[in-house]
C-alpha cells in the first residue's frame, strides 16, 4: 500500500524531499506534502528489500486517521533522536 498524507491523503510518494540522513539503521528521510505536512520516513535496506516506516508527521499522525500509542510530533520525534 502506498503511503498518504495523514493530512490530506495525497500520495506520500509524491511529496518533496527535504532531505535524507544516513543513520545507524538505515536512512531518515523528511518530506513535504503539497499541504505543508511534513512527514519523517526511516529507510531500511535489506538483501533483497526496502523498508520504509513512517515515524512521525507535524500532525502527530504515523497513518492516516490514527495516533498510535508512542507517536510523535516531528519536532517531538527529531527532539527525541538529539
Not at 511529496?15 to 528521510?29: I, M, Q, Y
Not at 538483501?47 to 515515524?55: I, L, N, R, S
Request: glycine content about 12%; some cysteine; proline content about 6%.
Amino acid at each position: 500500500m502506498e503511503p498518504r498524507c495523514t493530512r490530506c491523503g495525497w500520495p506520500g510518494t509524491d511529496a518533496r524531499v527535504l532531505s535524507t540522513h544516513p543513520t545507524s539503521e538505515g536512512w531518515v528521510r523528511y518530506r513535504r506534502c503539497v499541504c505543508g505536512e511534513v512527514s519523517i520516513e526511516l529507510i531500511r535496506l535489506g538483501a533483497h528489500t526496502t523498508k520504509v516506516d513512517a515515524v512521525a508527521s507535524t500532525s502527530g499522525h504515523s497513518e492516516p486517521g490514527h495516533a498510535g500509542p508512542g507517536t510523535l510530533s516531528a519536532r517531538g520525534a527529531v527532539a527525541a533522536r538529539v
